[in-house]
């Protein structure tokens, strides 16, 4: 599949219908994924990424798709990663753009073989310094859901040392970024997948939503802002 904001090769058998008209949550590494009761909302499939298993938060919750990066696939020989892929029969997304310069790794050769019928290639139009989360809810968007509700996509919000929901050695801003930028790109994918949603005619949630950490809470809610259904179960 190739359009003008994705770049997607599915596994043989990937059935795309089944997420049309579903309500999709997006959980992020931010620091909200842990203070926001996103668990009390209705939703019919979960998409998360990287050290997702690491959150005690996440234990019970069946991920549906999880995005893994370079660093992660680096390491995916992981009894735990693949416990839990095992367990939740989970879909495995992964960027060519920012991971290929693993992919002659060996640990990469072995998980990508072994779940060969599993994994989905996919790169975005969309790329800046907003993360994976943000990537996967553009991939959320292609499958044709009625509604993405994100969490945990934060920035560093009013302060620098936040810490990571699924890493807690993560704290404050890292990779070399500075601060304004982390926070800018926040705000560029917000405006980004409300443009995107909005053409696609589905429905975006911002449950992180006046949260201090939350940098795109001053764009989501005025532009897609909660319903008062969902600020009643959050």
Same mark, same amino acid.
């Given at each position: 599949m190739k359009n003008d904001f994705i770049n997607i090769k599915y596994p043989k058998g990937f059935a795309t219908? +089944?997420?049309e008209n579903k309500r999709i949550l997006v959980i992020g590494a931010g620091p909200t994924t842990n203070m926001v009761n996103w668990q009390n909302i209705e939703y019919d499939y979960v998409f998360t990424c990287n050290q997702y298993f690491e959150c005690d938060k996440l234990n019970n919750i069946t991920v549906d798709i999880t995005s893994l990066i370079n660093r992660i696939l680096k390491k995916s020989n992981s009894t735990k990663l693949q416990n839990r892929l095992d367990k939740d029969n989970s879909y495995i997304a992964i960027e060519p753009y920012h991971s290929s310069m693993?992919?002659? %790794?060996?640990?990469y050769k072995e998980l990508t073989n072994k779940y060969k019928d599993k994994c989905i290639f996919f790169d975005t139009a969309f790329q800046n310094k907003s993360g994976a989360a943000p990537r996967l809810a553009i991939l959320a968007a292609a499958l044709n859901p009625k509604s993405i509700c994100m969490v945990g996509i934060d920035g560093y919000g009013?302060?620098?040392?936040?810490? %990571?929901?699924?890493? +807690?050695?993560l704290v404050g801003i890292r990779d070399g970024n500075s601060y304004k930028s982390v926070n800018d790109a926040q705000i560029e994918f917000a405006i980004y997948i409300h443009k995107l949603c909005s053409k696609l005619k589905i429905e975006l949630f911002n449950l992180s939503e006046g949260h201090p950490e939350n940098v795109m809470s001053s764009y989501s809610k005025t532009n897609f802002p909660l319903s008062k259904e969902l600020k009643e179960q959050l």
């Open positions: 219908s +089944k997420y693993v992919f002659d %790794h060996m640990t009013n302060a620098s040392n936040l810490v %990571h929901s699924f890493d +807690k050695d």
